[in-house]
């Protein structure tokens, strides 16, 4: 499904950064795939290399065998719209439109009919648990609405990869578990493959890999075993183990 | 960092929102000052023009000052919007009221006065530029020199040092009454969606709807009493519209999903909801401001072609010749003899007819009426190879008033259709038919009778004589100068139309001037308050685009929704100009009588095409700046 070979990517600025070395990684379909790794480690970068927004500096990348970034522009955007979804860290949400507009524009981008984006963005909003805020403006919600919101919109195209930036970084305990437990049932329904960056061991709980980064380099991975709970402690000892400690991972960043 | 720093680093950082803010002002003050560089221009205090022209450039300049205010209020106001969130958190770190409002202010003053500068620099070359085209292009003989404009510079200072004091203290003003949540939700809050009261849109109907009626169905003099009422009517009518028409429109389109949630059109309808109360104020001034010059312009030219043509086509002679009544034969002869030999002097070959011209009395209501004899008629005929008339033994033919005389009632030959002309033996001649003819050089109707019966029409009231010459090919220059020196020989007594012409276009040359100047002023900072609205929102909307983006938007969809964007921007406003300015001017030639189609058609035409061309630039640029930051 997803295919990255020695990835790299360099910022060029006043001095020029290196923020990935020679990422490879491979995810298949289906796969629910956490990214984990300090602050400024690099997590954001590679989304975004991945969901074409940034292009990397080396390597290569493949999506089901087609590398995007060689698509023309108009083929990209198509692309983009239809076979990927994303979920950004600071949501990106258009404040000139309603919650419920905002979740069905990439519909709307695409000419679907207006009772099917309808009932598609209710059933999106009451798994979500949005409902009631639907007509709301993005500035009358709080946080963790529009974060949900956020994945609404993501998801609402039913695409092939799903890349979420810290999808629960704003929720509380609760409202994070039913987001997981959403996303969850989307990569198991709709073999929907799922990468999501977070901070947070009790979500990344509900993937079935996880993969830690450090200085843009990847550090280890750990795969789910049977039982979820023992996957958790199997993150946190990784945690502890990569240094620092792992309250700095589960600070709620926007 | 001290505070001064402070503020002084934001601007820098800023530029952009600063140098739109700046340039809208500067060019706000250039308009402003070229017109009072005409406006005060030593060729205009003298006598000669007229002192309507002083009293309209006055409200003109009135009218400008009056936008200038509210275009510098406006572009402040969403300068000041778009840094709302700035303000927020200065407050929430701890800077005082005081010291936000002495930061505002001291920056108001200082663009301000750089505005007020660089405005009277950019107008006098813009002036300078003007003038140019204005030597080359119109008549005006006493030139439109240039010359040091103290006194409009001295004014334009005064007023605008005036204007952004006021307006700096006017902003402090509007700070205070902020809490201080809604500045840091600051710009994502900004305007909330703007509402339109029914009731209110309604009325806008009506009264757009009524002034027009009124505008285009009164006739003659009413249209002047009408005048007042139905601007003001309009006007009103115009503010509702953009206000809140406009916004009704907009939201019942929203409301129905199937348009707004299809394809690109809901990136397009959100924001202009959005941003319709900022854009409404806009639009009025822009559709207020290119009524007046579209009306000015309109107007002027189509006075300019009622003279003329009314001149023109009033005789199709080269040169005409009337004695005053009391004159002698032999000073008549002297008169044709210095004629004839002008126009031999300057080498022109003309063919010559004169006649003897009586006038009647033949009834209570038609009681002074020429009638002329059919040979006279014809002979008069033949030298512009005019058809003849040839009248039967009792027959007369009513030779109507030409289209050109511009009278209140026109019944004159409908009067002289229904009388019956009694001759010496008691027999009457019987009008025919009514024709129009410009052949005999004659202001009123006249009958036109067989020669047989003429001699017993019975006594003349008075009795006149006339005599044209028409050229043969001839310069017009030729005829001009000739009708140069017959108007210092024999003024009143003959003259030639190509000079009289001449003489309308030379007095109207420097009116034309200044009603096509104030005109294009007006264009131009209306074409301008749109190019600033539309980039004081573009750091906006490119983090809108840059946003859909990420979604996936492709070049064609983005180009369709900055296209249609743009031009609803742009063309709003002078759609509703266009119609505002042909309302006008059909209203004008009503009150003429006189049709000002054509006239209209072409300064409206010209008006739409440089609009276009405008829009076309614009788009170029804004598609551009847009594109570069979502790749
Ligand atoms: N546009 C940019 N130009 C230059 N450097 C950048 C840019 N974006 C990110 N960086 C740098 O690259 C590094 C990785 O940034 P990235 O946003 O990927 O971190 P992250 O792992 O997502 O961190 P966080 O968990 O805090 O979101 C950081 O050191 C950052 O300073
Ligand atoms: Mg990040």
């Known amino acids: ?254 | 960092m001290t505070f001064r720093q402070f503020a002084f680093n934001n601007v820098l950082r800023n530029k952009r929102l600063y140098i739109a803010y700046f340039l809208s002002s500067m060019f706000t003050v250039m308009v402003f000052f070229t017109f009072a560089i005409f406006a005060f221009h030593p060729a205009f205090s003298g006598g000669d023009i007229n002192r309507n022209i002083i009293f309209g450039m006055a409200v003109a300049g009135g009218i400008i000052y009056v936008f200038s205010f509210f275009f510098v209020l406006y572009s402040m106001s969403s300068f000041l919007q778009s840094r709302k969130k700035e303000f927020g958190l200065l407050i929430m770190m701890g800077a005082s009221d005081r010291q936000i409002r002495l930061m505002v202010f001291l920056e108001n003053i200082l663009i301000g006065f750089c505005a007020t500068v660089g405005g009277i620099l950019g107008g006098l070359i813009f002036a300078k530029f003007i003038l140019l085209i204005a030597e080359n292009v119109l008549i005006i003989e006493e030139s439109l020199h240039f010359y040091f404009p103290a006194m409009a510079i001295a004014v334009t200072f005064g007023s605008f040092l005036v204007l952004f004091f006021l307006i700096s203290i006017f902003v402090s003003f509007i700070l205070r009454t902020n809490k201080l949540t809604d500045l840091i939700k600051g710009d994502k809050k900004s305007k909330g969606e703007p509402k339109a009261s029914v009731f209110l849109s309604i009325i806008a109907a009506i009264l757009l709807i009524a002034g027009y009626v009124t505008a285009v169905l009164v006739k003659g003099i009413f249209v002047v009493y009408a005048m007042i009422p139905v601007i003001l009517v309009v006007v009103i009518g115009t503010y509702l519209l953009f206000t809140q028409l406009s916004v009704f429109i907009i939201r019942l389109l929203k409301k129905n999903k199937s348009i707004f949630w299809k394809k690109t059109n809901m990136l397009l309808f959100s924001d202009l909801s959005f941003r319709m109360k900022d854009n409404a104020r806009t639009f009025f001034l822009v559709a207020i401001i290119s009524t007046v010059a579209f009306s000015a312009i309109g107007s002027l030219y189509g006075f300019q072609s009622i003279l003329t043509k009314d001149v023109k086509n009033s005789t199709l002679y080269d040169v005409t010749y009337s004695p005053w009544g009391d004159d002698t034969k032999e000073v008549i002869q002297q008169d044709i003899q210095k004629i004839n030999a002008i126009l031999e002097e300057d080498n022109i070959e003309a063919v010559s007819e004169t006649m003897d011209e009586e006038i009647f009395n033949i009834s209570e209501q038609i009681s002074s009426v020429q009638i002329v004899k059919a040979s006279d008629y014809n002979r008069f005929a033949a030298l512009t190879g005019k058809e003849e008339l040839h009248p039967a033994e009792m027959e007369a033919i009513v030779v109507g008033q030409s289209e050109a005389i511009l009278t209140e009632d026109t019944k004159v030959d409908e009067m002289m259709m229904q009388e019956e002309i009694q001759i010496r033996d008691g027999r009457e001649i019987i009008p025919s038919s009514i024709i129009q003819s410009a052949v005999l050089d004659i202001y009123n109707p006249y009958y036109v009778v067989n020669d047989s019966i003429y001699g017993q029409l019975g006594e003349p009231v008075r009795s006149d004589v006339s005599a044209v010459w028409a050229a043969k090919d001839a310069q017009e220059e030729q005829i001009i100068e000739v009708g140069r020196k017959l108007n210092e020989q024999l003024e009143h007594k003959a003259y030639s139309i190509d000079y009289s012409i001449y003489e309308i276009n030379k007095t109207f040359g420097p009116i034309l001037f200044i009603g096509l100047f104030i005109g294009i002023v007006f264009f131009v900072s209306a074409g301008s308050f749109l190019y600033f609205r539309l980039f004081t929102d573009l750091d906006e909307e490119k983090r809108k685009f840059k946003a859909i983006a990420k979604i996936g938007l492709t070049q064609k969809e983005l180009k369709k929704v900055v296209n249609r964007q743009v031009a609803l921007l742009f063309f709003s406003p002078i759609v509703v100009a266009l119609v505002h300015g042909a309302v006008a001017l059909t209203a004008l030639s009503h009150l003429f009588n006189y049709n000002l189609t054509t006239e209209s058609a072409l300064v409206l035409g010209s008006f739409t095409v440089i609009q276009v061309i405008y829009f076309l630039i614009v788009r170029f640029i804004y598609v551009r700046q847009v594109r570069r930051t979502i790749l």
């Open chain 1, 1 to 254: 499904m997803l295919k990255l070979t020695n990835l790299g990517k360099v910022y060029e600025g006043k001095v020029a950064y290196r923020a990935l070395t020679d990422i490879n990684l491979e995810i298949d379909k289906g796969e629910f795939v956490a990214i984990m790794g300090p602050s400024g480690s690099g997590k954001t970068t590679l989304l975004n290399i991945i969901s074409t927004n940034d292009s990397p500096t080396t390597g290569n990348l493949e999506i089901e065998g087609k590398n995007p970034h060689r698509l023309k522009k108009n083929a990209l955007a198509k692309f983009r719209r239809n076979e990927l979804g994303f979920i950004f860290q600071d949501f990106n949400l258009l404040h000139t439109l309603t919650v419920e507009e905002n979740i069905v524009l990439p519909l709307t981008l695409d000419g679907a009919s207006v009772n099917e984006m309808k009932e598609k963005a209710g059933k999106m909003a009451e798994s979500l648990g949005i409902t009631p805020i639907m007509n709301k403006r993005t500035y009358e919600i709080s946080g963790g609405q529009a974060q949900r919101v956020a994945i609404a919109r993501a998801m609402i195209h039913q695409p092939k990869l799903l890349l979420a930036d810290e999808p629960t970084g704003n929720l509380d305990s609760k409202a994070a578990k039913d987001v997981m437990n959403m996303l969850g049932n989307i990569n198991k329904k709709e073999e929907t493959s799922l990468l999501m960056v977070t901070h947070d061991p009790q979500a990344a709980s509900y993937s079935d890999r996880v993969i830690f980064i450090r200085d843009g380099k990847l550090h280890s991975e750990i795969h789910r075993g049977e039982s979820r709970q023992a996957f958790f402690q199997k993150i946190i000892d990784m945690l502890s183990l990569m240094g620092g400690n792992d309250h700095d991972f589960s600070s709620v960043r926007i």
